[in-house]
Nanobody
Framework: QVQLVESGGGLVQAGGSAKLSCAASQRAFSTYVLGWFRQAPGKERDFVAAMNYGGGSTYADSLKGRFTIYRNKDKITVSLNMIGLKPEDTALYYC????????????????????WGQGTQVTVSS
């Protein structure tokens, strides 16, 4: 059974930083697109960032410069570094894996992602 296990998050003061990590349970995911989405209370789930196995990445325009995605050498762990956090960054952050192996195109549509973690909460206090 495929699992994506997230860690990190918690309560952060505005202006602070946080790091989220997600580990895939199967080695096969080393060539899948891995990424992050987030869902604020009462809102739809939005794309944050994602990276293919070659290191190509895509970010939500509004988050460029504050959020950085990277994959560990094992390629099955994806992390998200967040700086300059704002109260509007408060959300449940989900790790996601794409649908096919060796996919190069990094998509922002959540329908392009088949596997999802349970989510980890990030709360930014003002």
């Amino acid at each position: 059974q495929v699992q994506l296990v997230e860690s990190g998050g918690g309560l952060v003061q505005a202006g602070g930083s946080a790091k989220l990590s997600c580990a895939a349970s199967q080695r096969a995911f080393s060539t899948y697109v891995l990424g992050w989405f987030r869902q604020a209370p009462g809102k739809e789930r939005d794309f944050v960032a994602a990276m293919n196995y070659g290191g190509g990445s895509t970010y939500a325009d509004s988050l460029k410069g504050r959020f950085t995605i990277y994959r560990n050498k094992d390629k099955i762990t994806v992390s998200l570094n967040m700086i300059g956090l704002k109260p509007e960054d408060t959300a449940l952050y989900y790790c996601a894996a794409g649908s096919i192996a060796k996919e190069i195109v990094v998509r922002t549509d959540e329908n392009a992602y088949t596997y999802w973690g349970q989510g980890t909460q990030v709360t930014v206090s003002s």
